[in-house]
Structures are given as C-alpha cells and as structure tokens.
C-alpha cells in the first residue's frame, strides 16, 4: 500500500469557495481526490507569513492530494482572502475556525482518518484543537511555544525592514514597538493592524505540555503526533518575510516525503481502527 | 461550501491548458440590480495581478481592500494569480525575475483579460500591476485591446538581477554601518559622474522592450496612472543620485496625446500596504477612474447591512 500511495496521481480536483462561520466566511480551497485514505487539514502560518509561505504551501497540499490524501486549507478569519476584519479577530476565532472546519471535512463522505496539521502559529492554533479531541492524529511544523513567540518573530523582521530605511536616531528599538502595543496602541505590522488585545492574548495561546517534543506521543499516543522543527533552510515555509525570488522554486521533496511516509504511517498503524 | 457570496465569487479562467484562480468582487449595482443586469450595465473591469511572487490578496491584503472598495464605488474588480502563482496551476517559472522582465506573463494576462471582459460583458478592462507586476501589466497592455488604461505602482524600468548572498550583506552594512554608508554615497555618486556623462541616456541595464511598451502605449493615449512610493535616499519622483530617472525621462518622451498621470505618495512603503499606502492608493485610484472610466452606480444603491457595514470600515481602514 505504502508504495501505491508514493506514486503521484493528478486527477486531484481543487474547488475554492467561502465557508461561513460567525460573522463572515472562510476562503477555503479543497483538494478533492476520489476515496481518501486520509484527510489532512492544513492549518497555515498567520497574517503575513501566509504570503510568503503560500507557493510552497500549496504546492505540499497538491504533492499529498496527487497521493489520495485529500486536504483542505483556508484562511484564517480577516486574513487573505476570507472576509472579516483583521484587528476585530481574536485567537478564539482563529482556533474555532479550525474546528468548523475539522468538523466539515470530517463529515465529507467516504471516511478517512482526519489528521489535522499546522504550520508556524497555525501549529498552536492545530495543537489547540488536537488537545481538545479534534482530529485523529497532529501534524505539527515549526510549533512555536505560544502564539507570543510567532508574533514576535514577525515583528523583529518588521522591525529590521523599518531600520534599514531609517536612520540613526530614527531608528526604535523593539523594546519601543512592543511598549507601544503593550500601552494600549495598535501597531501596523506588514500591512496588518495587531491590537493590544492581540498582543496580550497571545502570551496565553501555548502549545499543549509535550507538543514541542519531535518524538512527542509519536509511538504510544493513541492518536499520533509530529513535530517537526524547520530551520533557515525552509524558507520560505517559515521566516518568509525575508525571503527572496530565489527562493521560490525550492526543492521540498526530501521534506514532502519525509512527512508523508509519517502520515501514511500513522494512517496504516493507527488511525484505521478508529474510523 | 459555495463559490459565490454576496460580494465576491470564487472563480476560475482556463488560460492555455491551466486553471488561472481568482476572486471577482462584483460592482454594487445597487439592490435592484440582478447580477446579470449588472453585468449589461457594461461597466468597466480592474484586474490586479500579483505583487511579485506574493498571492493575489498582496500585503497586508491590499489589493483585497482596494477590489472591496472600489466594486462598492460600481467597478467590476478581479484579482487573479498568474501561472505557479498563489492557487493558480502550473509551477513558477525559474528564473522567475527574469521571466517577468522579459514579459513571460504577458499574453497569458492578455487571455485572461479577453475572457473576462467577453464573460462578465465589460466595456473593458483597467490593468493593476504592483512592482513585478507592473511591469507584465505594461507588457501585456499592446497584446490586448480590450486594455483601456494602465495602474502602475512603484514600476521599474531596468533589469534586476536576482541578488546574491554577497550583495544582501553588503547592503546590509552600507544600512548599518557609517563606514558603509560612507563607501556607499561614494559610489552613488561616482555613477551620477557617470550619468552626466551620458546625458541623460538611458543606462546599460535598461530594459528597452519595456520602454518601447511605454512608448507606444502613452503615444497612443491611454491613460496611465503611476503611483510612486518613497525609496531609499530620495526625494519625492526624483530617484537616488546615481540612479537613472526613469519617470522623468518617460514623461519626456510620452508626446502630446499622452494622458499619463503620475503621482508620488508620502509617508507610505515600497508595498503601500500600510494604513497611508492603502488610503493614498485608493484616493487615487477613485479620482483618476472617476476623470477616466466613470462607473454607473445607480445613485442611493444600498447592499445588505453586512456589505454596508463593511463600507463603512473600508472607509476608516481599507482591507
């Protein structure tokens, strides 16, 4: 089975559309495939980073359709192509669209071991709903330890891309732009409006006790876990706001097989039964 | 799951054997207005390419902002990725730089442009192009006929090399370090010595078809509006001392008939994707299509609560 699975098949249909939720609707692309042997939902990085991790993003969720994993990805609420505000959302919303949709995919006909999976913030906002039931085994990318972490890091690269068009006292240092948003103010960051509420909630948005482990759960949880720790040599999957046109035919082959040999792994030891 | 809400539809463009993916914003025609009596209404159509390599939402989800805002105003807004772009099929193509500054994108915006304007009954279509994209919009707009009018924000004219590890570092200490800057304003103005001595000529690395775009397009009197952001070490449309000026020289060549507007935005990046970027861009774009391709939104149109809200923010913040 495991080389049946290897071997590429396009017929893969992608079907973008709005899924609605609270307030507003999800931009959603399915990558529809005739009888799943899983399901995966890609839960992607936030705000900013989405853009720059979109091309290669998108092209893992056709390398696993291409393989009969059937995926789904979105954007979170007030991001890229859904409808919403940004700086009206809050981390809530952002881990209720995941279980909206989980709940959705899951439901398709023709079942098939749901596993939920996630990248940069997206790996909090997955774990979050793993945690709490959702999904049958977690898939996680680049988790950082809370949401604060993912957020900082963005911000450090705003604030470097500030600098290099400024001028000696022109230039803040960090500790300035995070006082700022800790008084009480919104900052601009990339082109998003990140609120004080934004800032302050993402200190309590933490990965769950024993995620951020690469061998966490793996063998004796019931229900599967990665965790797999990019590094600079996957940008532009993570850090992409630094990422250059160079990067963007990368090669993510050893990475794409890698990860999918673990899901179809957990697929075949696993998740089954629980189907 | 649907493809269609109330403002936008998901929707899909076969260009030479691929899907090209897009978002349409549809025009408020008010609430009387069916979709397809709106579509008779022959309204004109702005389609946004990407921003470089990014999706088509572009930073900070601007161009989502400007296609909202300006759909509300009546316009017929689209906003597509080209080929190994965002949802778009198809792989990126490798050199991408050199693809786009070659025109690679341009007869497959040209097609797409064709389709939209036959399947939505457009008057015609507006080409949006940021940056890299500017540069395809401009390549682009001679294949196609149904091209009315150009948008270009912050274009460039030359051709730039993909950068190398070496010379991100080096710019990295002329921005960091004063003996950096020292060296750097040294050069600049060694190759301002050696502007002068051209008189005004375009340089070496010029990209000339483009130019020849340019030429023909502004001879021929389309409108073309140019928006400028701030760069590094300039002021206003005037480039770096050192860096050929590519917008004067344009204007000087544009000729009699030409119907080119150009105009530098303040306080904003190269991306206009902050809150001044985004309010500028959209200023501009409503007064210069409103002088050019005025829609016809029926006066007191009203959309839902919903919509009507969202206007409202688009107003205050324009996402």
Known sequence: ?????????????EEAGYFEVPGGHLYTVLHAVEDPLARVLLVGPFASERHYSYIPWVRWARFLAARRIECLRYDYRGVGEST??????????????????????KSRSGPAPLIVHGLELGAVL???????????????WAPPASANHALRSTLLRRIS???????????????????????GETLEVEGYRWTARLWRDSFDLELPQGMDDEHAGSLNSERPIRSVKLGRQETPLIKGSSVGWEAISKDFSDLFEDNLEWIIDSVSVHAWGNV | MTRDIETREAIEVPVTGLRLRGTYHKPNMGTQASAGAAEKSKVVGLLFLNHGFLPRAAPGDSAVGWANALAEDGYACFRFDLPGLGDSDGEAPNPMLDFVNGGGYAPVVSALAKQLVERFSLSGIVIVGHCAGSVTALFAAP??????????????????RERTRFRNELSEWTSFSRLGALASDLYYFLRHIRLLMRRNRPPWNANLPLLRCWNQLASAGMPILVLKAPALRSRDFKPR????????????????????????IENTNHSFADDRGRAAVRESLEKWLGANFPARRPAGSERSSQAARASTYEALYPR
């Open chain 1, 84 to 105: 919403g505000a940004f700086e009206e959302m809050s981390f809530g919303d952002w881990v209720e669209d995941v279980r909206l949709l989980a709940d959705w995919f």
């Open chain 1, 126 to 140: 997955a774990a979050k709903n793993f945690d709490a039931g959702v999904g049958d085994a977690l898939l996680l």
């Open chain 1, 161 to 183: 891309v500030d600098q290099a068009f400024r001028y000696g006292d022109e230039r803040r240092p960090a500790s300035s732009y995070i006082a700022q948003l800790e008084s």
């Open chain 2, 241 to 264: 001392i050192g860096e050929f000026d590519y917008l004067n020289y344009l204007r000087a060549m544009s000729g009699a008939r030409s119907r080119v507007t150009m105009e530098f």
């Open chain 1, 1 to 13: 089975m495991v080389e049946t699975l290897r071997q590429a098949d396009n017929r893969a249909i």
């Open chain 2, 143 to 160: 294949l196609t006929r149904e091209c009315h009018g150009l948008v270009l924000t912050d274009p460039y004219f030359f051709l730039p």
